[in-house]
DNA sequence: GTTAGGG
DNA sequence: CCCTAAC
């Protein structure tokens, strides 16, 4: 593992020179990147050379390593939005991406999301120089070069990110488009969008300046006089005083395909853009390159969609599969992306979804130990708690050859992870040395619950813990298509738990929860409090329903745990009781608890009259 | 972040 | 067990 790799002759020089050394390396080769392990291990040092990375720098360059294996694009992308994190990372001298919590995970998301979109379209058009042109001096700084301004006109996204702004004194007032030359109009250009372009059709710019200037997409093809942020049609010389909202129709094929896509509700900039590449490609195909460039920026400013939630994301990607073969698929291609992360084009999106439906029904092994079945992914476990969400989706796109490297890298992450940082951290230490150690358990428990860790290939990576305490255990993925069963994740209550459950609620009253948790379910870290409530509700409903009368309350069908008489019993007189008296003193009753409990899992003061 | 309820 | 509304 532990190997440096000799970067491609594109020289550390380049990287030094433009202080983004770090940044750059990882940002500028992907194409590099066949080996993700052995990138990981490397970082660029200030003066540009090459050093082993310590442990956290890994878990940084991870994270962008993950970003950069399913979002090649952000090499690609030729605006603000990445510009605002370059210049942040190289001015604290350290990525801030943390990849070890699930705070890069969400933000670049949300970031993705935006830049995602415009991916699918886009066809790299600055990324593509500096990656193809590696011995280009100066490939990144054109690159960068755009950032020094803000976008002008769109959202205030990426604004502040950087501090110079262009200068608008020429903007302000009137401003007539229509005499300008080329070279004026690129300034203008600059000055508008904060960056350069090279399309030399004037109409084209005028029209991108206007739209830019009033954002409006009701520009008129023919003048261009712009004033006070409204675009005013001077068509009929003295005409100049009306806003024309007819002028989309100078532009038949401009309104047909606008009002098309507007169907698809995305962000009305996107569309246009989109429209006007599209349109306009016909006549320029270079031209074309640079309207996907300023797609791509437009983008970025564009308004950010609320995210889905997972609910909807999962749904949608249902009917996802039946729609993309329609000619309608931009819109769900982006809403999918949210979930797999953004891809460097359409195809791979496509693919990568299929590949992500699969990891999640089709490597699974069933178990059936502990008295239900269990389907474990082999190839890797769908994360089921907190923290992270989506990282896992990344790992899923691996070629199975690759399979092996991304469990690692996720397990690493995990460890550094949240969920590792107070007792689990015990536990799981405990889990790998002597399963005895394990405290408040029973025998019974362990072995059922170990039943379920049989992980084939590729166990040597899980962390066995016998005490059950392993937060993403026993994950069941099953999105059948339709009306699957949505169970994902199920543990069995034990005799044991059920009994602290009860204890707790005796002790704390039902409706604490959280204290229950916290203090009696101190080392089951997989039972939330909702948990909590849930069973009790479950028990209570079986306490009533079954009658105490019958001491041989063992349940005869079900091979799930049936719950003692007694308890049920217990469960009842508990919940009668809190019914008339809600809480004796609960102040009382919590000081006690945490006074006496002590640290780790109280609850020592067994029942006694039951059991 | 917790709790209550419905699914 | 999941999801959400309320708090």
Known sequence: MEKVVEVEGSGEGKFEATGLEKNNFILSSPRHVADPV??????VDGNGQLVPATDDELMVVEGLLENEKYETHIVADTGQAL???SNEVSSSGMPQLESSEGLSQSENTEADTEKLSSQLEETVPCGAQS?????????????LKPLDGPIHGGSSTSAGCISSKPDFSKLKGEICLDNLSIKELHEVFKATFGRDTTVKDKLWLKRRIAMGLTNSCDVSTTTFVIKDNKLLKKDNEDGANNVNLATVKEFPAVAVEYSGDMLNSLSSQIDENQTVSAVRSGNNVVENNFANEDLAADQRAAKRVRKPTKRYIEELSETESKEYNGNSGRLLASTKNIELRPLPSKSHARLARNASLEGRTVIT??????GFGIQVPCVYRVRRSRPRKNVTALLKFHPSGMSMTSTFIKRGLDVHGSEMSNESMDKVLVAKSSPEQAPHQFAL???KEKSSTDWGQNMELKYVDPSGDTSDDNVVTVPT???GIRRKHHRAWTLSEVMK???GVSKYGAGRWSEIKRLAFASYSYRTSVDLKDKWRNLLKASFAQTPVNQG????KHPSMPIPAPILLRVRELAEMQAQGPSPNLSSSKLLACGGGGGGGSVNETRPGYL
């Open 38 to 43: 052995v990138y990981k291990l490397v970082r």
């Open 83 to 85: 510009g605002c994190i």
């Open 131 to 143: 990656l193809s042109d590696d011995h280009a001096p100066g490939s990144v700084g054109e690159c």
């Open 365 to 370: 092994r069933l178990d059936s130990l502990g």
């Open 445 to 447: 428990e362990s072995n």
């Open 481 to 483: 298509a339709k009306g």
């Open 501 to 503: 459950l009860v204890e």
């Open 553 to 556: 309350a063992v349940s005869r």
